[in-house]
Nanobody
Framework: QVQLVESGGGLVQAGGSLRLSCSASGRTFSNRAMAWFRQVPGKEREFVARISQTGSETDYAKSVKGRFTISRDNPKSTVSLQMNNLKPEDTAVYYC?????????????WGQGTQVTVSS
């Protein structure tokens, strides 16, 4: 597992932008797929975006495609989520996640989360 620390959350008006960052510890960052998930109180955690180990492949939830962009910097062991044209329904706690080394579809390391609030 790796230690993950998110930053960049906050309060923004609808239509605005925020950039989330996640810093990872350890030497295996470049061998792990990375992802962002989000959770609203009382609801299950939902997938937002995923990026492959090299950054060559990305996937997005339908609800954020075209508005959010995931990227990574392997030498710096960071992954980011650029969120544009934010909507009130994007309000949630956002979590950074790292995949297992042996199965990059399974995520077993999680950050503490950062709150994103979008006002209408």
């Amino acid at each position: 597992q790796v230690q993950l620390v998110e930053s960049g959350g906050g309060l923004v008006q609808a239509g605005g932008s925020l950039r989330l960052s996640c810093s990872a510890s350890g030497r295996t960052f470049s061998n792990r797929a990375m992802a962002w998930f989000r959770q609203v109180p009382g609801k299950e955690r939902e997938f937002v975006a995923r990026i492959s180990q090299t950054g060559s492949e990305t996937d997005y939830a339908k609800s954020v495609k075209g508005r959010f962009t995931i990227s990574r910097d392997n030498p710096k062991s960071t992954v980011s989520l650029q969120m544009n044209n934010l909507k009130p329904e994007d309000t949630a706690v956002y979590y950074c996640a790292a995949s297992r080394l042996v199965d990059d579809s399974a995520f077993d390391s999680w950050g503490q989360g950062t709150q994103v609030t979008v006002s209408s």
